[in-house]
């Protein structure tokens, strides 16, 4: 079946350091991808998306994502992480029209 | 509204209980999602809407959870003889809909179920 998964469930990292976070997909065409992001507390936001193009693709918060055919991946990255960015993180692909979601993975950062 | 509004924000009922869950989706978003979040646990799509379209329903775990969605609008998700397993945050969603696949959804802040 269509998904993506998110290999890791919780990742913690130092104020300042990089961060990447893990999505694989497995969809026969070019996926639509998507990252979100849950903040305590707060709504689902919509990171960043990818449906063609470019396949390194800028979002918000400093945040940007590569689409690698390849690999079947298409991982988060911020180049220094502050301590604001602790929260859930959510990998989402479009299958059928409908939004499928990984499990996520928790960022939590230490001082 | 400006933003998907749900209500009720926390809803705590008794097992065997019946319950309905509400969301107003933003103007205009012909698409409507309902997920739930249960802890630890990801978001599990349960229902979509598209416009007049027949519903996907793929996701719904048991004959005991239903949708509605009335006049393209509000959407209305009922959970017959709830189980303490139902306990999670009931996420709804919408957008402007598949025709643009790449369209981002928007979020409510969920409504709390908790069964006891």
């Known amino acids: 079946a269509q998904s993506v998964t998110q290999p890791d469930i919780h990742i913690t990292v130092s104020e300042g350091a990089s961060l990447e976070l893990r999505c694989n997909y497995s969809?026969?065409?070019?996926?639509?991808l998507f990252w979100y992001v849950q903040s305590p507390g707060q709504g689902l936001q919509l990171l960043l998306k990818y449906f063609s193009g470019d396949t390194l693709v800028q979002g918000i918060k400093g945040f940007e994502a590569e689409f690698k055919r390849s690999q079947s991946s298409f991982n988060l990255r911020k180049p220094s992480v502050h301590w604001s960015d602790a929260a859930e993180y959510f990998c989402?692909?479009?299958?059928?029209?409908?939004?499928?979601f990984g499990q996520g993975t928790e960022l939590s950062v230490k001082p | 509204g400006a933003g998907v509004s749900q209500s009720p924000s926390n809803k705590v009922t008794e097992k065997g209980k019946d319950v309905e869950l509400r969301c107003d989706p933003i103007s205009g978003h012909t698409a409507l999602y309902w997920y739930r979040q249960s802890l630890g646990q990801g978001l599990e799509f349960l229902i979509y809407?598209?416009?007049?379209?027949?519903?996907?329903k793929s996701g719904l775990p048991s004959d005991r959870f239903s949708a509605e969605r009335t006049g393209g609008s509000v959407s209305t998700l009922t959970i017959q003889r709830t189980q303490q397993e139902d306990s999670a945050v009931y996420l709804c969603?919408?957008?402007?809909?598949?025709?643009?696949?790449?369209?981002?959804?928007?979020f409510g802040s969920g409504t709390q179920l908790s069964v006891l």
């Open positions: 809407f598209q416009g007049n379209s027949a519903p996907d």
């Open positions: 969809y026969g065409a070019t996926p639509y």
């Open positions: 969603a919408s957008s402007f809909g598949v025709a643009r696949r790449e369209e981002k959804l928007f």
């Open positions: 989402a692909g479009n299958q059928g029209g409908k939004l499928i």
